[in-house]
């Protein structure tokens, strides 16, 4: 499906996307010894070898600054898992054949009959700093288009089919993300807290699946939009909830904005501004604090960009009423721009030169 692309620009955009997903491999045998090792089978990797990643990352110092290396074999890994070391490294053996993911969804029920909710349903969350990956995918298998077929979960928040597949939480901060692939529907990536920065990744999803309220940075990565079947608006690339008082979101540079063949042309926001429901002295309503941001830097948008860009979003005020929270009250804005969904209007605010150049050049750490 060519949707009105040129045709080398087409071949390349193909070329792209095919090389995010592309088999690689990144942990090579005979390199010096890891500090932790999972594989399904034997390997020629040197390290203590453990039962599970849960067991590989408990092995990890409680304190340290030093990095804790493991390496994960090829294979589907199914476990939900919670980061709490320090400067924990997973190194994949196959992008794309290396798959660390669940299947829980925001209205699937824990143990203690509670269902998880948005902040507990994510495949990894990381909960310390200086965490990196490389050579793997991180997933929620959770099954969003047959739930939007036959729904069967209890509503969690808007819906209950929100399924994370990775989640910087509280105490994360500094984490790096390079060649990875990070696939789900619905909220997709959850970067909630500190800093995190995506190199050469893709990320699959339909609504918001860019989100939270932390700094995250995406650089040369692809965000391909996934089909919702019988949904006019196909979704939403990102979700900020960026408190006022931070100078940056979501910052995307030079990525391409990619679809699947079903979505259509004009179905698909760049974003839409979240006020999260908090709990005050006073009741539960829509943080006040909260000034969204998200920035498109340099990027490339095929047409199922929709041509005004920016959606709204309703919060609950504090006398329990529905409220809207327009793009305008947002910190939204794009510059350099291009494709078919790269369309000028005054709905899509354009940073100055100045300020552009100084993204361009930014970086959220070292």
């Avoid at 990890?60 to 090829?74: C, L, Q, Y």
């Avoid at 989100?211 to 040369?220: I, N, R, T």
């Avoid at 929270?325 to 939204?332: G, I, Q, S, V």
């Amino acid at each position: 499906m060519s949707h009105g692309l040129p045709s080398r620009r087409r071949f390349l955009l193909q070329a792209s996307l095919a090389s995010l997903s592309l088999p690689g491999c990144f942990v090579r045998r005979g390199a010096e010894p890891f500090d932790a090792v999972v594989a399904h089978g034997p390997v020629a990797w040197d390290g203590p070898r453990h039962a599970s990643l849960a067991a590989a990352i408990a092995a990890a110092p409680a304190t340290g600054m030093r990095p804790f290396r493991i390496a994960v074999g090829e294979g589907v890994w199914n476990e939900k898992l919670v980061v709490d070391r320090p400067n924990v490294q997973l190194i994949g053996a196959h992008r794309s054949r290396c798959r660390i993911g669940s299947d829980r969804a925001a209205g699937h029920r824990r143990d203690d009959g509670e269902p998880w909710g948005t902040w507990g349903c994510a495949s990894v969350i990381v909960r310390a700093p200086g965490f990196r990956a490389r050579g793997l995918t991180f997933e929620n298998r959770f099954d969003y288009r047959a739930h939007l077929v036959r729904p069967a979960l209890e509503t969690a928040g808007a819906n209950g089919a929100q399924a994370v597949a990775l989640m910087f939480d509280a105490g994360s901060d500094r984490a790096l993300i390079e060649d990875c692939d990070i696939d789900g529907h619905q909220d997709t990536l959850f970067a909630e807290s500190g800093r995190s920065w995506l190199r050469r990744c893709r990320v699959r999803g339909s609504v918001d699946f860019v989100f939270g309220a932390g700094e995250c940075v995406l650089d040369d990565c692809a965000l391909v939009s996934r089909f919702r079947p019988g949904k006019e608006r196909q979704g939403y690339l990102t979700a900020p909830s960026t408190l006022a008082r931070h100078p940056h979101g979501l910052l995307l540079r030079r990525c391409n904005l990619l679809r699947e063949a079903e979505v259509p042309d004009a179905s698909v926001a760049l974003g839409r501004p979240w006020r999260p429901t908090r709990t005050f002295a006073d009741g539960r309503y829509g943080d006040p604090a909260v000034r969204s941001s998200a920035v498109f830097v340099d990027c490339w948008m095929d047409a199922h960009i929709d041509a005004n860009g920016w959606d709204a979003m309703q919060y609950t005020a504090r006398d329990g009423s529905r409220v809207t929270f327009a793009p305008r009250e947002a910190r939204f804005a794009e510059a350099g721009s291009r494709g078919p969904g790269a369309l000028r209007s005054e709905a899509r605010p354009q940073l100055d030169a100045a300020e552009a150049q100084k993204l361009r050049r930014y970086q959220p750490f070292r």
